[in-house]
């Protein structure tokens, strides 16, 4: 198993264009020999989590923005929180960050004014070798997790935040970064 690749950020390189991995970053929350599993943090909707189930319509958090976490099972909800909250479905990503998938661990979290959590739906998927692959083709740049920027209140700067705290100028990865 190569667990190298697990809890660190992906940051795609400016040239890589498309509709989920222009400028984003990526949670890798998985990596086996089976493939890779991560979850794009920097892609805010205009829905809220109260638009995820009934019983979220009237919980203190309801007004929190969904994210879109990948182009794999859109309609699958995924939450990356702090891992002081330990629900039956709960796996560890690093230190002081976890995921969950449940409704039941939705619901809970949804109710603490304190708990840091976002609600993402669907997730980045990758074959076998896949992203290790692209990683060394050059479309993607490793950073180890920064587990406040998983939160941040500007989740559209986070790319180039975290091209910042890499000491890296987006315009000198390649062309297209500011197009």
């Known amino acids: 198993m190569n667990s190298g690749l697990k809890s660190q950020f992906l940051v795609a390189v400016p040239q890589l264009v498309g509709p989920f991995f222009t400028k984003s970053v990526v949670l890798i929350i998985d990596n086996s020999n089976q493939g890779s599993t991560g979850i794009i943090l ?3 909707t205009e829905h809220t989590l109260s638009e995820i189930n009934e019983s979220l319509k009237s919980s203190r958090r309801k ?4 994210f879109i976490g990948g182009p ?3 309609s699958a909800a995924i939450i990356i929180h702090d891992d002081t909250y330990q629900g039956p ?5 690093t230190d002081g960050v976890a995921w969950s998938t449940s409704l039941e661990s939705m619901q809970v979290m949804s ?5 840091p959590f ?6 980045a998927g990758w074959t076998s070798k896949q992203l290790e692959a692209e990683i060394a083709k050059g479309s993607w740049l490793l950073n180890p997790i920064n587990p406040e920027m998983i939160y941040t209140h500007q989740p559209e700067n ?4 975290v091209l910042d705290e890499m000491g890296l100028d987006p315009l000198s990865i390649g062309h297209g970064a500011f197009d």
């Open 111 to 115: 109710e603490s004014e304190s708990l």
């Open 63 to 66: 007004k929190d923005r969904l």
């Open 158 to 161: 986070m790319w180039k935040t």
């Open 72 to 74: 794999v099972e859109p």
């Open 118 to 123: 976002r609600c993402f739906l669907g997730y």
């Open 42 to 44: 920097n892609h805010p």
């Open 89 to 93: 479905d709960t796996k560890p990503i």
